[in-house]
């Protein structure tokens, strides 16, 4: 079992930049991949980026390549989500994510702990 809280959400203008945190307790951080998903007004939750046990691997959604970095810290137990060059489009309840495997990838069925989620809302 592990708990996942998230911060650092808010209110960005378009091109700006936000950071959000993830931390983690209850199972072994270091063996599994951790995630961040988006989910907007009337949308599915939709993958977002993903990193694998040791953060040698990462995996981004196309909308966001070059815009967010996602890195995790074993020792402190937590998972961040750099973004910038924010978009209006990016708004969103952003969750994060464990996964039961070390290696992710773009497989989202294998993430079943999640956090509550932190909105992130860009303005045009």
């Known amino acids: 079992q592990v708990q996942l809280v998230e911060s650092g959400g808010g209110l960005v203008q378009a091109g700006g930049s936000l950071r959000l945190s993830c931390a983690a307790s209850?199972?072994?951080?270091?063996?599994?991949?951790m995630g961040w998903f988006r989910q907007a007004p009337g949308k599915e939750r939709d993958l977002v980026a993903t990193?694998?046990?040791?953060?040698?691997?990462?995996y981004y959604a196309d909308s966001v390549k070059g815009r967010f970095t996602i890195s995790r810290d074993n020792a402190k137990k937590t998972v961040t989500l750099q973004m910038s060059s924010l978009k209006p489009e990016d708004t969103a309840v952003y969750y994060c994510?464990?996964?039961?495997?070390?290696?992710?990838?773009?497989?989202?069925?294998?993430?079943?702990?999640w956090g509550q989620g932190t909105q992130v809302t860009v303005s045009s």
């Open positions: 209850g199972r072994t951080f270091s063996r599994y991949a």
């Open positions: 990193i694998n046990w040791s953060g040698a691997s990462t």
């Open positions: 994510a464990a996964s039961n495997t070390a290696v992710a990838g773009g497989d989202v069925g294998t993430f079943l702990s």
